[in-house]
């Protein structure tokens, strides 16, 4: 077996890195980041690992991971909540939104019409809206993913269609605000869902290429990318386990806390994934059930750099390397 961990925001923000790492100890991710080869890079690393070309049609792909078929051009048009503070208007994290099935199909039924001209507008999961285009789009959008917590720009979207998007996003917001799923969800004390984030346009690649064998996690995109690569996705198991073939595993656990900036909530994250993965994963390594181990970290906010460690089992016996600190993740290539 060989494992491929990838993990976003384990990169975190330089502002909050010594308040969340103060104290921290994690013996197997300390003994990875000292023995393990380590590759500072930039990029989408899905779209390279799958030999795609960045920016990735997320829409199309969500529509394929999810139903088998997504032919024609397909556009992201994702619920959201715009946070109010003194400082501007800001993306809330959409995982913290637990839209319902039911709720979902009532919010598209009211804004399917205001969109149809430009396409029919369904749903591959609650938080994960598509617009199938029926017309050509010339928009430039931001992924979702890069935008959550950041200020949001009154000019967004552009390009040629920008203004005309722009404008229909507010009557969107509109018909959001005075819906009975809104007050509802007001009245329990439940974030709102008071626009839409349009952003991964295209349609689906002929094929991808891929060296990994199957695919684990909870990604609705990586689920499309495995299914254009033929190989299998399944959920990820809550530990470590044994598999054959080239593994990849794609956890998500730390990214509530981090685009949070909650430093506890990432911190439990952390020794989660340093004891259910990276110590039993390194315990297999010694006893050669795994063969190698590459853990890929990411950040967020738009941050391109990732920090790739990769180990083969005879790195483990190289003594002479000790054991780094949590914050040899940042340092400088």
């Known amino acids: ?7 976003p925001g384990l990169l975190l923000p330089e502002t909050v890195r010594e308040d969340i790492l103060f104290d921290l100890e994690a013996p197997a991710l300390s003994l990875i980041l000292g023995r393990a080869q380590r590759k500072v890079d930039e990029g989408d690393w899905l779209a390279q690992a799958f030999g795609l070309s960045a920016p990735l049609p997320a829409a199309a792909l969500r529509k394929l991971g999810a139903d088998g078929t997504a032919s024609g051009f397909w556009l992201c048009l994702d619920p959201v909540h715009w946070r109010v503070a003194r400082d501007g208007v800001f993306l809330a994290d959409p995982a913290q939104l637990r839209l319902t099935a039911a709720e979902a199909a009532a919010l598209i039924d009211a804004l399917a019409p205001l969109f149809a001209p430009w396409g029919e507008l369904s749903a591959s ?7 199938r285009l029926t017309r050509s789009l ?10 959550i917590g950041r200020p949001i720009d009154p000019a967004w979207p552009s390009g040629l269609d920008g203004g005309s998007w722009r404008a229909l996003l507010a009557e969107a917001q509109t018909l959001l605000h005075a819906h009975p799923v809104n007050r509802q969800r007001e009245a329990r004390g439940a974030p709102l869902i008071n626009s839409l984030w349009p952003w991964g346009f295209g349609s689906l690649p002929e094929r991808a290429e891929t060296l990994f064998t199957v695919g684990w996690s909870e ?10 690569a033929g190989i299998p996705h399944l959920p990820p198991p809550p530990r470590y386990q044994q598999a054959s073939g080239h593994v990849l595993c794609k956890l998500d656990q730390l990214l509530p806390a981090a685009y949070a900036l909650d430093a506890l909530a990432w911190q439990e994250g952390l020794r989660a994934l340093e004891g259910e993965w ?5 315990a297999a390594m010694r006893g050669g059930e795994c063969e190698a181990l590459r853990l890929v ?5 738009g941050e391109r750099q990732r920090v790739t460690y990769s180990l083969v089992r005879g790195n483990l ?5 000790r054991p780094q600190p949590l914050t ?6």
């Open 138 to 147: 010339l928009l430039e959008t931001q992924p979702l993913h890069e935008a």
């Open 1 to 7: 077996m060989q494992l491929t961990l990838l993990v």
């Open 317 to 321: 016996w190289r003594f002479w390397r």
């Open 278 to 282: 990276l110590a039993p994963a390194l």
């Open 125 to 131: 999961a609650p938080m994960h809206w598509e617009l």
């Open 219 to 228: 990604d609705a995109l990586l689920a499309g990318l495995c299914a254009l």
């Open 328 to 333: 040899e993740l940042f340092a400088a290539p």
């Open 297 to 301: 970290a990411t950040g967020l906010f």
